[in-house]
């Protein structure tokens, strides 16, 4: 390979993140009720596909619970410690940075854990603590409906995991209409004085696919285990149009982890779901981003 590629290759990249965490700014700046050169993202992480009951497992049901709530933790705080990162000035930022200091925002971090199986809210974190700050929130919701709707997060983070599981816990729930909702502000009443930003959704793997409008996608590979659904414990209880997620993705299903290895299931099984169009195949690191507003989907 040539090393000189490679070097403007990363300095593109470079530039891209720069321009892309300007613009964030800029609308943390515009949607924020204050002028407060403080300012908040507040994360909503879900880790609820990954605390499914594995029957294979040699531990027991609160052992697995337990490690689970841990490993979501920890990726939890992998996400906010990126994200805290990515608005952080780096080394990297133009010489004439520290000229413009006055106009540097200080971004604080929030998170909480909802579990969509019983709708708590669990292990709240701040990268800092600004108490007496104006522009600062240090109150955290005290339940799902409530981080979905009053607290308004910024981000909506779905884990990956066990998709049934995930769908199964949505659905008794009645999630879906809430993210959606807090991803479009619809049916919401207003008043005149006050507003809601959309949030940003964000899913790796299980997340990715319950973003799509069919979750059958993740009957294909065998992976996921349906088993840990009552009532639904085979894949062919999670074929069909009856089995939904969210639909965010203009009509279009979607089939993560995809590889050259899977190019003959894919061309088997997508005419079970319609025509190839409404198929997105995302390989490792790839990203379907859909910007509604221009109803536009690009895949990077």
Known sequence: DDPTNNDETMDRLKLAR????????EYLRSSSSSNSQRMEVKVLYIPTAMYALRADSANSPGKQRQRNRADGKKRR???????????????????????????????????????????????????????????????????????????NPHLIYVEGGNTFWLAHCMEKGDWSQLIVDALCCNHMDLRD??????????????????????????????????????????????????????????????FPH???????????????IGDVADLYCLQEWDACCVEASMEDARLY
């Not at 720069?18 to 700014?25: A, G, L, P, S």
């Open 18 to 25: 720069k321009e892309k965490t300007e613009q964030m700014v």
């Open 77 to 151: 705080n992998q996400l906010v410690q990126f994200i805290q990162e990515m608005f952080s000035k780096s080394d990297d930022d133009d010489a004439d940075a520290n000229a413009n200091e006055s106009n540097a925002v200080d971004i604080t971090v929030s998170a909480v854990t909802l579990d969509l199986d019983d709708g708590s809210i669990k292990q709240p974190t701040s990268t800092k603590e600004h108490e007496n700050d104006e522009g600062a929130t240090t109150e955290f919701p005290k339940d799902g409906k409530d981080a979905l709707t009053n607290w």
């Open 193 to 254: 004085d006050d507003f809601r930003r959309p949030a940003l959704y964000m899913g790796k793997s299980a997340g990715a696919i319950i973003a799509g409008k069919y979750v059958e996608t993740a009957t294909w590979k065998g992976w996921d285990d349906p088993s840990v659904v009552p009532g639904k414990s085979t894949y062919e209880d999670w074929k069909g149009p009856t089995s939904t997620g969210l639909n965010l993705v203009g009509g279009a299903s979607i």
């Open 258 to 272: 995809m590889s050259d290895d899977w190019l003959e299931l894919v061309d088997e099984k997508k005419s079970d």
